[in-house]
């Protein structure tokens, strides 16, 4: 009764794979926020490296991981298959459950798949020391993590509210080396305005997003990382559903339902990229594709497919994907990090396509899902990756009520261990479940900004 | 460059070591509190299942693990071994350094391995509910976690100053679905009198041990589990040893040196039991086997090896182990792990023996190590675990100083993810080093029982 299927660490991918060469038709490019134009190489060189730029605008199929990079990834990868066999008996469901555990690696999340590449590349090209925000913490405790090992500087801007309310991942960073500030911070201007204005802000992650821009715009030992939506981003990750694919091969199997949850994007990329790849190329047609978000913050289900900006302030590049609006801001539900108003043009495009589906769903029956699946499966996940659980569990009675003997693969992302007060208020009955925001979403998407 | 060395879930040993087989001379046996006498299955049966009290006494070299055991073993089983690549560049030692990763389990320490077993026997012999006690929480949410699995209650006495301090390892039970309540708690007799006495006890160990005996004597659906000290606790943590044996064959290797850290002694017990008996039959004569304490409570450097309690009530049998007085209470360091007054009479015996050695530091060079260790391999350990770590940096520098190229091999039984206010306090400089505490140590030597 095999319940894990695992690979050597030289069954690590050699190459991300880029579902750019494969996509029907390009993607529409981004814009620049000043010209409106589409941004060249140029206009991105003064925060991220050459190397990471190239990757953003590839559209070439494979492109190689460099040994130093995979040497890292050889502290938690190849990432364990499960079988969750316990579930599938409590589920009374003919479906049989697999899912990819990203909560093996150090930070506890699949993170530092690009995490580990992006300070890589920075160093190679000379820089010493990088700036990014952070909301809830996962994505700035893994760049802390990658810093630490290239020997790197690193600044995270932490939203305050996270920054108080979740002090366990700024000890992390400070394990690491890191350095992490509260934001809006005085340290630069964009923080600065907003302290003048609002001294007692709690902080978002769209004026996070600011400060670490304009901090590594400011120096030129300085370069920016984004922990989502960018296509490099998503690229990484891709090892997660090369894996995948190969444990599921070694046990003769092909999903037909690939589930992940979706915030910015990056995680659903990495496990559905592959079988989306397959999907449009013919190889595997039928495979249903599927992200999941909050109700609450419904980017893919109720969102416009329109250009925006990737943050509050209107910095960015204009990208077009699904959003809510630049300045919609979620209500305030445990899963930070799906609370996002746009989500990767890569994932919008397949879903615009059709090549990917989207659902939603409640916090309150996430949660229950997730206390499921610790009962029989004995992780404890985090409230983001429940979403992709309770899409699974859905999908698995799905099963029991026709007969089908589906094959589901769902990534879990990440675990709970710093998400127990998310826990508790869903015992204690505190958990609100909010209907869908029509008006804050209606508010919003009227400021989208005026494109071509 | 590998790094890991994984074991197929077919490895996961098919029988526990137990080490009585090969002791030189059989272990002293326990006494009975009230007469003094030796200790018999009769009088473990009100809170043992029969087949823990046969483990306990029994001289068998191997013991075969039950098949839905290790069906769930398999959740995390076997565990992987890391050569600390990193860690041997950063420190520039000849010497090859291995470690045992425990923290993959669901709960994140080595706890499980026991647990599992324990709650299984339990189940087998029709008990529906067990009562244990926890300090920081490692052993109540492992107990939570096997509970939950074989569908039993669960109910766990928490220390009430880590009730308050470390909600989140509560959390992690009530996920479970077990019971944590604060400890002294209104519903033991032993608690009540605390509580009269004492209304503001911050609770101790002892006292938490005292409600979960009272508690599983006096209700014929429940029994107790303890998760440390016993017999058959260490027999059940053998399989991290025995996997480790058989990792470091694969790439033709085999310890020189062994090193745990020590508290109650289970995990020590773990990783060095295996080479412990290579070294007593004349397989391996030469390895060296250290056991780590935290100064500040030094039961195997500065105890006595006697007759003593297991809790300070003195309800439990009598023991023969290296003690500080069952009413010893160590200052207040950031290892609550490590904070007992006892050992494990079979480490203790090893240790009388001249098998084992040990040794002891402070807690700030402790965090030290730990913060070495996260930035050269990434993961943030327990700070318990960190003493296995500081005490493996030591034997590799004196590699370097001596141009010895030996095998280390350290368990590092859990993750911090817990104990960030830990780290937090070592990089505020709020630490203390306590000195030995020689005067509390003569006081409760003084009270030591009167034996035979």
């Known amino acids: 009764m095999q319940t894990k299927i695992l690979l050597d660490e030289d069954a690590i991918p050699k190459a991300w794979y880029n579902i750019q060469a494969d996509l029907p038709s390009p993607l529409d490019p981004p814009l620049h926020p000043g010209t409106g134009k589409p941004v060249v190489p140029g206009d991105l060189a003064p925060i991220f490296p050459m190397e990471l730029i190239r990757q953003e605008m590839s559209t070439q199929r494979s492109i190689p991981i460099p040994d130093e990079v995979r040497d890292i990834l050889r502290l938690w990868r190849p990432s364990p298959l499960y079988r969750a066999r316990r579930l599938e008996q409590h589920l009374k469901t003919p479906a049989r459950i697999y ?28 820089v010493e020391r990088l700036a990014t925000e952070t909301g809830a913490g996962q994505w700035g405790s893994s760049l802390a993590f990658a810093t630490a090992l290239f ?10 509210s996270s920054y108080d309310q979740k002090p366990y991942r700024k000890s992390m960073m400070q394990v690491y080396g890191a350095e992490c500030i509260p934001s809006p911070s005085p340290r630069t201007a964009a923080g600065s305005k907003v302290l003048a204005e609002h001294p007692d802000t709690p902080g978002s992650l769209g004026i996070a997003i600011s400060e670490a821009v304009e901090d590594a715009a400011g120096r030129s030992d300085t370069n920016y990382a984004l922990g989502s939506v960018l296509n490099h981003v998503c690229l990484h990750q891709t090892v997660i559903g090369l894996e995948a694919r190969e444990q599921l091969a070694m046990v003769d199997e092909y999903p037909d339902t690939v589930i992940g949850c979706v915030g910015g994007g990056s995680n659903f990329a990495g496990i559905a990229f592959p079988f989306a790849g397959d999907k449009i190329t013919g190889k595997h047609p039928e495979t249903e594709i599927l992200g999941v978000e909050p109700t609450a913050c419904p980017t893919m289900t109720k969102g416009l497919y329109a250009y925006d900006y990737g943050d509050v302030a209107g910095l960015t590049p204009l990208m077009r994907m699904f959003t809510l609006g630049h300045d919609f801001v979620p209500p305030a539900i445990h899963a930070g990090g799906l609370r996002y108003h746009g989500v990767s043009p890569l994932v919008a495009k397949l879903i615009h396509d059709g090549v990917v589906g989207a659902s939603s769903y409640h916090q309150n029956e996430v949660f229950e899902a997730a206390v499921t699946f610790a009962r029989t499966e004995g992780i404890i996940v985090a409230p983001e990756s429940a979403h992709a659980v309770k899409a699974a569990i859905d999908a698995a009675l799905e099963c029991r009520r026709t007969g089908e003997e589906r094959v589901i693969l769902f990534n879990n992302s990440g675990h709970g261990n710093f998400d127990f007060s998310s826990y508790e208020a869903y015992f204690a009955g505190r958990l609100i479940d909010y209907e869908y925001p029509a008006d804050l979403i209606r508010e919003s998407l009227s400021h989208l900004p005026k494109v071509g």
């Not at 990819?100 to 090209?125: C, L, R």
């Open 99 to 126: 899912f990819k555990w990203e909560g093996v690696s150090p930070p506890g999340s699949h993170k530092p798949n690009t995490a580990i590449p992006q300070a890589y590349y920075n160093m190679k090209a000379g």
């Open 151 to 160: 020997d790197m500087e690193c600044t995270v801007y932490m939203v305050r």
